[in-house]
């Protein structure tokens, strides 16, 4: 199926976002506010802050509110003053890195909940076309141009072009497919002068200093998300929009033409219900057009989603009402993992199948709509259990993460204690009050509204009979700012 790509730009002075459509349909989106903005991609002069030679770490001072975690495997040999020839094997953490040793890195993942970012010294600098690593040697192509002709092609052009700018590794973008070697040189000849200037700002700087930001996230989306498939670019600010059109003009020259200014009054995200996409896309439950649903769960670990059949009773079999239902579903979950960006360890449940050849398909039909997600994937086999195992990478916070907070009544547990334990809660506090306050005249109750209100009906009996056996009367006051799961006994 033909698919026709259209992206929306939202800009306001407080956030920008991004929307990916694809026939209609929304797809992606991102959202930078400018009081938060993510910091993936940036590099910074760091400073080692301690060396953990037990996780093979080192935690390291990049001048934000947490120092930053770099992992030994993250950490480009060359780039530390070290030589990995004399020593096949990777060195251990305390022989490349020290307390006080400053170094250049940068970050891989935006720091998340009490995690700080994610670091490396293996510097890649991207441009439309091209990926730069100055401190390696190696050259890959993306996975997704699939032509081997064009593929040597492309490659042959890039030993080329890195010869003529002092070397460097170089991942070739999908972007590049059918570019002529007047378009690489130019990207490699941009990406080659911007390291030097680089290198040069990293001399003076102090350590905790930032040496390069990545671009907006409006510019970004030109770099990284327009595709051939996309038809138009919307953008509802025209200050916006001739920043966009000047930076496709000087990189991306047969860009200009497919992006708009949007004057009209009404929103631009409104047009295509964008925001009622946002409300939906926060919920646990995603509906299907059969009548199945999905139940998505986020936790620290990882991400659950759970496939039923709902109202849906199909019209032949079991095995087929399943097959169709997991068939629909597989589509619906390679949309939703996009949509709310969710990422790291995902398990998807689903229903059980019986013949070895609709696993297979289900499985097929899932890879095949994960190919258009611009994250990387990677899905294993169903297992015995009926599971799927995948993995998604993550780099920024989902979309629930950076719209929502956890709820200050539940605490984040998506649960509350129900009226009945609670009470049973009150009494117990009771009877430990009357046992320490034995001459008090009268104790005071104060608790939310539908607690009070069980007190006074369904726990009538309970409440006289303890009254009686304590010998204490006991008053009861509804206290409005209390939540369900919070109340105080006090003698009076």
């Given at each position: 199926m033909t698919v026709n790509?259209?992206?929306?730009?939202?800009?306001?002075?407080?956030?920008?976002?991004?929307?990916?459509?694809?026939?209609?349909?929304l797809q992606e989106v991102s959202i930078e506010r400018q009081r938060s903005r993510g910091i993936v991609g940036n590099i910074y002069k760091g400073k080692v802050n301690r060396v953990l030679p037990g996780m093979e770490a080192a935690f390291v001072d990049i001048g934000l509110e947490k120092a930053g975690f770099l992992h030994v495997a993250d950490i480009d040999i060359a780039s530390t003053g070290g030589d990995g020839s004399e020593n096949p094997a990777r060195p251990l953490i305390n022989e490349l890195l020290h307390e006080g040793k400053t170094l250049l890195v940068q970050v891989l993942k935006d720091p998340m909940g009490t995690k700080g970012a994610r670091l490396s010294t293996s510097i890649s600098v991207p441009s439309r076309y091209l990926v730069y690593m100055?401190?390696?040697?190696?050259?890959?192509?993306?996975?997704?141009?699939?032509?081997?002709?064009?593929?040597?092609?492309?490659?042959?052009?890039?030993?080329?072009?890195?010869?003529?700018?002092?070397?460097?590794?170089?991942?070739?973008r999908t972007a590049a497919e059918g570019v002529d070697e007047r378009e690489l040189r130019r990207d490699m000849a941009f990406l080659s002068k911007l390291w030097g200037a680089l290198l040069e700002s990293a001399e003076s700087a102090a350590p905790g200093t930032m040496i390069h930001e990545d671009l907006p996230l409006s510019i970004r989306t030109l770099r990284d998300m327009v595709g051939l498939e996309t038809s138009v670019?919307?953008?509802?600010?025209?200050?916006?929009?001739?920043?966009?059109?000047?930076?496709?003009?000087?990189?991306?020259?047969?860009?200009?033409?497919?992006?708009?200014?949007?004057p009209g009054d009404r929103p631009l995200f409104d047009l295509?219900?964008?925001?009622d996409e946002l409300q939906r896309a926060l919920a646990r439950q995603v509906s299907l057009k059969s009548g199945g649903y999905l139940i998505i769960d986020q936790t620290e670990a990882m991400t659950t989603i759970d496939i039923n059949t709902g109202a849906y009773v199909g019209h032949q079999n079991l095995e087929e009402t399943t097959f169709k239902t997991n068939m629909e579903a597989s589509q619906a979950i390679a949309r939703q993992l996009r949509l709310r960006n969710l990422g790291g360890i995902i398990i998807i449940d689903f229903i059980d199948m019986e013949r070895e050849d609709h696993k297979r398909q289900v499985l097929t039909s899932l890879q095949k709509y994960l190919a258009r997600d611009h994250a990387k994937t990677q899905v294993c086999e169903v297992s015995p259990l009926g599971l799927v195992e995948m993995t998604r990478k993550r780099t920024r916070e989902s979309l629930e993460h950076v719209l929502c907070e956890p709820c200050k009544i539940c605490r984040g547990r998506g649960s509350l204690k129900t009226t009945e334990t609670v009470c049973y809660e009150i009494f117990r506090e009771i009877l430990r009050e009357a046992r320490f306050y034995d001459e008090a005249k009268q104790l005071l109750v104060m608790a939310n509204q539908d607690v009070v209100d069980r007190l006074l009906d369904e726990e009538a009996a309970s409440l006289a009979e303890l009254e009686t056996f304590i010998r204490i009367p006991v008053k009861l006051q509804v206290e409005a700012h209390l939540s369900q799961e919070s109340y105080d006994v006090v003698p009076v």
């Open positions: 790509e259209e992206i929306l730009v939202n800009i306001t002075p407080q956030e920008t976002r991004v929307a990916i459509v694809e026939n209609g349909a100055p401190n390696s040697s190696n050259v890959g192509i993306s996975v997704k141009i699939e032509d081997e002709n064009e593929r040597e092609r492309l490659k042959s052009l890039l030993e080329s072009c890195r010869a003529q700018n002092h070397g460097g590794g170089c991942i070739i670019v919307k953008v509802d600010s025209r200050e916006t929009f001739q920043k966009m059109s000047n930076f496709a003009a000087r990189y991306i020259p047969d860009l200009p033409a497919r992006i708009e200014h949007y295509y219900n964008i925001d």
